[in-house]
Nanobody
């Protein structure tokens, strides 16, 4: 059974850092892409970062580029989102999503099929 579970959310002060984790169960290491999304109240869901199956290719939304870093440890079937220089506007529910990769593509995916439950990140003083 394929499952994605996020963890690591919480309350952090502006300018602080937080690391989110995404545990992917049932996936074959190296054969799935991972993306992080977020959604704030009253706003559309936003894809903020993605990483290819091998970890060699990553993308970032302009809103987080230079502040957030996505990574993965395929031996642990876990992806991470390291968030630094956090701003109040980063407050949102953060979701991890995964999709299976067929063939030998090593790029971020177009769409994602397996979603976590979300973890709340609140940036406030």
């Amino acid at each position: 059974q394929l499952q994605v579970v996020e963890s690591g959310g919480g309350l952090v002060q502006p300018g602080g850092s937080l690391r989110l984790s995404c545990a992917a169960s049932g996936f074959t290491p190296g054969y799935y892409a991972i993306a992080w999304f977020r959604q704030a109240p009253g706003k559309e869901r936003e894809e903020i970062s993605c990483i290819s199956s091998s970890g060699s290719s990553t993308n970032y939304a302009d809103s987080v580029k230079g502040r957030f870093t996505i990574s993965r440890d395929n031996a642990k079937n876990t992806a991470y989102l390291q968030m630094s220089s956090l701003k109040p506007e980063d407050t949102a529910v953060y979701y991890c999503a995964a999709t299976l990769i067929y063939g030998h593509r090593d790029e971020c995916a177009v769409g994602y099929d397996y979603w976590g439950q979300g973890t709340q990140v609140t940036v406030s003083s």
